[in-house]
């Protein structure tokens, strides 16, 4: 089992920029492959970006691609979000979330349930 505790959220304005970080505690980290989400309010949680075990893949929602970029530390045990040139659209709740399913297709990775670690949430408020 593993532990997960984002940082890094906050109100910025239309066009900053804000870097989530992820810590993760209990297993081997690199077991794990690591994934961003985030839930506006009255919307569905839908996926941001993830990362393989060695961040040698990436991918991203459209609406993020080319202003976000995730990446990994699995010796630091971090996995982070760099979010650029943020819209009042970015406005919700982040998470960062672990799993250990090895699907057969890769987009696999974009849906929730693949996940079965989760953290708590942190807010990110892009005010426009």
């Known amino acids: 089992q593993v532990q997960l505790g984002e940082s890094g959220g906050g109100l910025v304005q239309a066009g ?9 505690s209990g297993r081997t980290f690199s077991d794990y492959f690591m994934g961003w989400f985030r839930q506006a309010p009255g919307k569905e949680r839908e996926f941001v ?3 393989s075990w060695t961040g040698g893949s990436t991918y991203y929602a459209d609406s993020v691609k080319g202003r976000f970029t995730i990446s990994r530390d699995n010796a630091a045990e ?9 819209k009042p659209e970015d406005t919700a709740v982040y998470y960062c979330a672990a ?4 699907p057969l297709d ?5 849906l929730s349930y693949i996940y079965e670690y989760w953290g ?9």
């Not at 971090?78 to 943020?86: D, E, F, G």
């Not at 799993?99 to 090895?102: I, M, P």
């Not at 890769?106 to 974009?110: D, H, L």
């Open 78 to 86: 971090h996995v982070y979000l760099q979010m650029n040139s943020l």
């Open 120 to 128: 708590q949430g942190t807010q990110v408020t892009v005010s426009s």
């Open 16 to 24: 900053g920029s804000l870097r989530l970080s992820c810590v993760a």
């Open 106 to 110: 890769m987009r696999a990775y974009s």
């Open 99 to 102: 799993s250990q399913q090895r």
């Open 49 to 51: 970006a993830s990362i």
